[in-house]
């Protein structure tokens, strides 16, 4: 099985495929840790104003082609990794004491 890390960066958006899902994982948590190492967000004003923990400043999700079977970690404007599951349907995943990352791990399993 093959894994596919898709960043989603502002408007640019990176793709790789990896043959494992540690080498995926590991990748996944480096580029989550690149964006969230650029600084925090600042609030933006539309309609309404975004504060930094509303805004998400990259995605970073691993597919394996399977339905359904993806997971990843939003990086907040704060921050803040949020890890998920699904592909359309997106679920939030509780990172539990092991963290976001392994959430991930755990849901691609």
Known sequence: MSYRLTVRQGPK??????????????????RAKDIRALGPLEAKKMIREFEPGDQV???VEISTGAFGA????????????????????????DPGQDGPFEAVRRALR
Not at 13 to 30: C, G, I, M, N, P
Not at 79 to 92: D, K, T, Y
């Open 70 to 93: 993806d997971a990843g970690v939003d990086v907040m404007g704060d921050g803040r990794f949020v890890a998920f599951a699904g592909g359309m349907r997106r679920s939030e995943l």
């Open 13 to 30: 958006v990176s793709r790789q495929k990896f043959e494992s899902l540690d080498a995926a994982l590991a990748a996944l948590e480096e």
């Open 57 to 59: 400043a990259g995605r």
